[in-house]
């Protein structure tokens, strides 16, 4: 799933974006989504964790209770993300599709998530 995301043919964005007048890059952002995707990537649900980090695990939706990671799966057809903002600096963690995910990481003007 998030490996298909980073190998996925390059998508050519019309979004040349460095930075905008808010002063944070979008692209920054895209970059940060990934790091996070490929973190996600390597956890289990049964790694350690501090209470009150969220993750994306095996798809789910994971929130950190005491030292233990609670999963809530997404709906059909939906996957956990990292995925870059659009209006400030930063990532947020949301259930979508592939596809959506992709599109918005070429928006951010980087290549796979």
Sequence with gaps: MLA?????APLVSYYELVSN???FSQ?????????LNAQFAKMS???SCT???Q?????AF???????WTLTPCSSGLSCFALP????????????????????FVAAGVQGG
């Design 55 to 59: 993750a994306c695990i095996g798809g």
């Design 27 to 35: 692209q920054q952002n895209g970059l940060d989504a990934q790091k």
């Design 21 to 23: 007048s808010s002063g």
């Design 4 to 8: 298909s995301l980073a190998s996925a």
């Design 62 to 68: 994971a929130q950190c209770v005491g030292s233990n």
């Design 85 to 104: 903002l659009v209006t400030k600096a930063g990532t947020s963690l949301a259930c979508d599709t592939q596809s959506d995910a992709e599109a918005r």
């Design 45 to 47: 649900a049964n790694d």
């Design 51 to 53: 209470s009150g980090g």
